[in-house]
């Protein structure tokens, strides 16, 4: 019996579908007889043999993609990581990264592994299997690093350049004025990395740690035993005001905190909640 022969068009429709190389496509094609489902199945056990190879590798490249809700009540934020910048960059791998996020708003799943067992783009294979599926395209090792959502009266978003971070903030109001305040917040989230809204949102331990940091500095200062908490108090301050969000100094005017740019919109605003990922 000959060799089956494949037509440059069904190897075109299956480097279509998988995105794998055109020989890739013409050999999974010829091992699986012309069979179309069956050399996706070929592909696919590719990249799971690629992807245990590469498991031990580190993913720190990658893509991080925000994205809101059009009613601007939900938004979430994801990373897809890879091993080389020169992936992270393909416009492919990005696109690849946008329909994840894409799918995370519509269905707004739970965490990283509810989100992976949902179907990628109908083609009844879940997100899992697709990031399975690209690994033996690209031959490197991606994984679904990070997924954080957020529900608000209002979301924004804001992906720093490159794809290198990306941020989604909740206010506690919605109108279309607050969108430009939004963004300008969630762009102070990705600069400034503050830790929590304002002080209610930093755990007990962390404080009782920098007031006990706060003693021992003055301590070594030579400060009498009398006004160590005092001291230690004052630095707790000043660690509030650099590491909660609210409380920082505004990037784009250092004259006011965000929570006074905020008030200059509506009297009332504030943010409810961040979420912030970044690569590395």
Same mark, same amino acid.
């Given at each position: 019996m000959?060799?089956?022969?494949?037509?440059?068009?069904e190897?075109?429709?299956?480097?279509?579908?998988?995105?794998?190389?055109?020989?890739?496509?013409?050999k999974?094609?010829?091992?699986?007889?012309?069979?179309?489902?069956?050399?996706?199945?070929?592909?696919?056990?590719?990249?799971?043999k690629?992807?245990?190879?590469?498991?031990?590798?580190?993913?720190?490249?990658?893509?991080?993609?925000?994205?809101?809700?059009?009613? !601007? !009540?939900?938004?979430?934020?994801?990373?897809?990581?890879?091993?080389t910048?020169f992936?992270?960059?393909?416009e492919?791998?990005?696109?690849?990264?946008?329909?994840?996020?894409?799918?995370?708003?519509?269905?707004?799943?739970?965490?990283?592994?509810?989100?992976?067992?949902i179907?990628?783009n109908?083609?009844?294979?879940?997100?899992?299997?697709?990031?399975?599926?690209q690994?033996?395209?690209?031959?490197?090792?991606?994984?679904?690093?990070?997924? =954080?959502?957020? =529900?608000?009266?209002?979301v924004?978003s804001?992906?720093?350049?490159?794809?290198?971070?990306?941020?989604?903030?909740?206010?506690?109001?919605?109108?279309?004025?607050f969108?430009?305040?939004?963004k300008?917040?969630?762009?102070?989230?990705?600069?400034?990395?503050?830790?929590?809204?304002?002080?209610?949102g930093?755990?007990?331990?962390?404080? =009782?740690?920098?007031?006990?940091?706060?003693?021992?500095?003055?301590?070594?200062?030579?400060?009498?035993e009398?006004i160590?908490?005092?001291?230690a108090?004052?630095?707790?301050?000043?660690?509030?005001?650099?590491?909660?969000l609210l409380?920082?100094?505004?990037?784009?005017?250092?004259?006011?905190?965000?929570? =006074?740019?905020?008030?200059?919109?509506?009297?009332?605003?504030?943010?409810?909640?961040?979420?912030?990922?970044q690569?590395?």
């Amino acid at each position: 019996m000959g060799a089956v022969k494949i037509s440059a068009t069904e190897v075109k429709k299956l480097r279509d579908q998988t995105g794998a190389g055109m020989m890739d496509c013409k050999k999974a094609l010829i091992e699986a007889d012309g069979d179309f489902e069956k050399a996706i199945e070929v592909l696919r056990k590719k990249g799971q043999k690629v992807s245990l190879k590469r498991a031990e590798r580190e993913a720190k490249e990658g893509v991080v993609y925000a994205i809101v809700s059009h009613d !601007k !009540k939900k938004g979430v934020v994801i990373k897809l990581s890879c091993e080389t910048d020169f992936v992270a960059k393909n416009e492919s791998f990005i696109a690849f990264a946008k329909n994840i996020a894409g799918i995370a708003i519509m269905r707004f799943p739970d965490d990283v592994d509810a989100l992976l067992e949902i179907p990628y783009n109908g083609n009844g294979i879940s997100i899992k299997e697709k990031i399975v599926e690209q690994v033996g395209v690209i031959g490197e090792k991606i994984e679904l690093a990070a997924y =954080e959502k957020l =529900e608000a009266p209002q979301v924004s978003s804001y992906i720093h350049m490159g794809y290198k971070a990306g941020v989604i903030v909740g206010l506690n109001k919605n109108h279309d004025q607050f969108d430009r305040v939004g963004k300008d917040v969630a762009m102070q989230v990705a600069a400034m990395k503050p830790i929590a809204v304002d002080k209610n949102g930093i755990d007990e331990h962390m404080v =009782e740690k920098e007031i006990e940091i706060g003693k021992e500095q003055a301590r070594r200062e030579g400060k009498p035993e009398a006004i160590l908490e005092k001291i230690a108090r004052g630095k707790l301050n000043k660690f509030f005001q650099e590491n909660t969000l609210l409380n920082q100094d505004f990037v784009k005017d250092s004259k006011k905190t965000v929570d =006074e740019y905020l008030k200059e919109s509506d009297p009332d605003l504030t943010v409810l909640d961040f979420r912030h990922v970044q690569l590395g």
